[in-house]
């Protein structure tokens, strides 16, 4: 009951969103939804970094690297500029940035959740490891 609550004070106040902007969120959504441009992100969020640093956090090839930074970047995800010969890659989106650290909370939360076993006798506690079948 809440819930539909919440969504009608929210369409009241705000409005229902625009095709472009479902279309946008829906970019948003297609850039972050391979899983080697989401740990792009993740790193990006930590500070400017460059093509070679992320080659070695990411494990990419350099081809594969800088085809997601520039199809990001062509959404205005993330910026880059140039220094010498190298290239530097910095998160500049803040709604990447909110969105990445959600998927992250969630993705730690839900991890914490497979490791958590309800027992009749004790309630809650860790899943430890099972011994390997003989």
């Not at 472009?20 to 899983?35: D, H, K, P, T």
């Not at 993330?78 to 530097?88: I, W």
Request: aromatic share 6%.
């Amino acid at each position: 009951m809440e819930r539909n609550f919440y969504h009608k004070q929210r369409f009241a106040t705000k409005g229902r969103p625009s095709l472009s902007q479902v279309s946008a969120a829906s970019r948003l959504f297609a850039a972050m939804g391979f899983s080697k441009r989401l740990l792009i992100l993740l790193h990006l969020m930590d500070g400017e970094r460059s093509v070679s640093e992320m080659v070695s956090l990411i494990g990419a090839s350099r081809t594969a690297l800088s085809q997601h930074l520039s199809g990001m970047a062509k959404l205005g995800i993330v910026k880059s500029r140039t220094q010498g010969k190298r290239r530097f890659y910095s998160c500049t989106s803040e709604q990447a940035k909110m969105v990445v650290s959600f998927l992250s909370d969630l993705a730690i939360s839900r991890a914490s959740l497979i490791n958590t076993v309800q027992t009749p006798d004790r309630g809650w506690r860790q899943r430890t490891a099972r011994p390997p079948i003989a």
